[in-house]
């Protein structure tokens, strides 16, 4: 049987509606379970639970309430089928808040900065010398 998109046709399909399922979760901030992605699927109880700790952990957030989608819609499908394939590129999930992080710590050491030297006074303080 030919491959679409390296991935078996009857596999793709539950690989779309598994995109489908936690695309419309995802949307309506809808918590849900294991069963509730078995049901909507295809895909068996071990296939599910290995998918949830594999390569549905980055986009899957778990309570006592159950499981939410949260940053799948920042993809598009064809990402999500890559993710499914056998032999596939090497995981690159970059999450922006990391980027927004990274900022953030920048702006406070400028602001620590800033403070210890209007505390301290010029006088007292010369970072240009220590370069």
């Known amino acids: 049987m030919p491959r679409q998109s390296g991935v078996q046709p009857h ?8 995109y489908a399922f936690f695309d419309q979760m995802e ?9 509730d992605i078995e049901q909507a699927t295809g895909y ?20 006592n309430e159950g499981y939410l989608c949260k940053g799948l819609h920042k993809y598009p499908k064809d990402y999500f089928v890559e993710l499914h394939k056998q032999k596939r590129k090497p995981y690159e ?4 808040s990391s980027e927004d992080n990274k900022l953030l710590m920048w702006l406070v050491l400028l602001v620590i900065i800033v403070l210890w030297y209007r505390i301290f006074g010029k006088d007292k303080i010369r970072i240009w010398r220590l370069i």
């Open 11 to 18: 596999q793709l399909e539950k690989i779309e509606k598994a």
């Open 27 to 35: 949307k309506s901030n809808s918590y849900f379970t294991a069963k």
């Open 93 to 96: 999930y970059i999450d922006k």
């Open 44 to 63: 068996k109880e071990s296939v599910v639970n290995t998918y949830i700790g594999k390569k549905w952990e980055w986009f899957l957030k778990k309570n």
